[in-house]
């Protein structure tokens, strides 16, 4: 079974930085067939929107993407060994403040098109961050 924590958000100033974290655990990349995984976001009233994804199969390795609105300031990426995502968050802005959720893919299209939850697959609670 699939299940996904993020870990690591916080307050913080506008130009300052973050890093969220999200352990994966029952994961199995044959079975579960998954070929990402992702940011999202949701602020207050608004819709939930992607941040950045990469690519976890060997169909999808080396493929990454980022939101228009955080390209050159946040860096997704995973460490195998530990089987965990980050994001690394700089020069955080107000505008960046919401509710992160970590998220895996099974279909063959999230890195492509509007970058969507509808996508993806599985989801984890969510970590606030706050840039104030």
């Known amino acids: 079974h699939v299940q996904l924590v993020e870990s690591g958000g916080g307050l913080v100033q506008p130009g300052g930085s973050l890093r969220l974290s999200c352990g994966a655990s029952?994961?199995?990349?044959?079975?579960?067939?998954?070929?990402?995984m992702g940011w999202f976001r949701q602020a207050p009233g608004m819709k939930r929107e992607g941040v950045a994804g990469?690519?976890?199969?060997?169909?999808?390795?080396?493929?990454?993407r980022y939101a228009d609105a955080v390209r050159g300031r946040f860096t997704i990426s995973k460490d195998n060994a530990n089987n965990t995502l980050y994001l690394q968050m700089n020069s955080l802005e107000p505008e960046d403040t919401g509710l992160y959720y970590c998220?895996?893919?099974?279909?063959?299209?999230?890195?492509?098109?509007?970058?969507?939850?509808?996508?993806?697959?599985?989801w984890g609670q969510g970590t606030q961050v706050t840039v104030s």
């Open positions: 998220a895996a893919a099974t279909t063959s299209n999230w890195w492509y098109g509007p970058f969507r939850g509808d996508r993806w697959t599985y």
């Open positions: 029952g994961v199995s990349y044959e079975t579960d067939g998954l070929s990402g």
């Open positions: 990469i690519g976890t199969a060997v169909r999808t390795a080396g493929i990454i």
